[in-house]
T-cell receptor, first 117, second 115 residues
């Protein structure tokens, strides 16, 4: 299947700093990528839809100034958690849809576990 | 209203037995897709099986099959011949409309396979 790579897999940062997470589609072009957040033992909550070359669409309740999303190319989307606080600690996972076909299957990255001290 | 409902927070199954994980969905779209993903403790999301709303046959992928009952809006996952490596969280998900629409996930079912 298609490969999506996410980096870093784990990051620990101090409160007030910013953290960037990268999501790459390695063997296909992804016009649309999705960023999810998952709290322990809970489901995936969609944060935003990232579209190549345009602004991301954020879900209700997600602060766009806090979670900056950039989708500059067909293979790369980035999520930057700005001025991170302990409550931002979570598992962040990106996914991409293949450009062709219409099943809409999502291919997921490995996830990034953020811990804010 | 919840779009995807998984009513079993946890399930146990004996190794080599079959198990059914329940999923019901709610949509007014005629075109939609249903997915099952597996999430082991490592956190990665592994795609298992897909069922389109217009597919007449139930989807099957190896030991996984999807019991699709459109009138009841249910899409249960059946795992046959359970293996210890099947122990994980299982999420049912739905895409509404055609093509590149966002996918909504259920709350998941934690499956534990007992030796």
């Amino acid at each position: 299947g298609a490969v999506v790579s996410q980096h870093p897999s784990r990051v620990i940062c101090k409160s007030g700093t910013s953290v960037k997470i990268e999501c790459r589609s390695l063997d296909f072009q992804a016009t649309t990528m999705f960023w999810y957040r998952q709290f322990p033992k809970q489901s995936l909550m969609l944060m935003a839809t990232s579209n190549e070359g345009s602004k991301a669409t954020y879900e209700q309740g997600v602060e766009k100034d806090k979670f900056l999303i950039n989708h500059a190319s067909l293979t790369l989307s980035t999520l930057t958690v700005t001025s991170a606080h302990p409550e931002d600690s979570s598992f962040y996972i990106c996914s991409a849809q293949i450009r062709t076909g219409n099943t809409g299957e999502l291919f997921f990255g490995e996830g990034s576990r953020l811990t804010v001290l | 209203a919840q779009k995807i409902t998984q009513t079993q927070p946890g399930m146990f199954v004996q190794e080599k037995e079959a198990v059914t994980l329940d999923c019901t969905y709610d949509t007014s779209d005629q075109s939609y897709g249903l997915f099952w993903y597996k999430q082991p403790s490592s956190g990665e999301m592994i795609f298992l099986i897909y069922q389109g709303s217009y597919d007449e046959q139930n989807a099957t992928e190896g030991r996984y099959s999807l019991n699709f009952q459109k009138a009841r809006k249910s899409a249960n996952l059946v795992i046959s011949a359970s293996q210890l490596g099947d122990s994980a969280m299982y999420f049912c998900a739905m895409r509404e409309g055609r093509g590149y629409q966002k996918v909504t996930f259920g709350t998941g079912t934690k499956l534990q396979v007992i030796p």
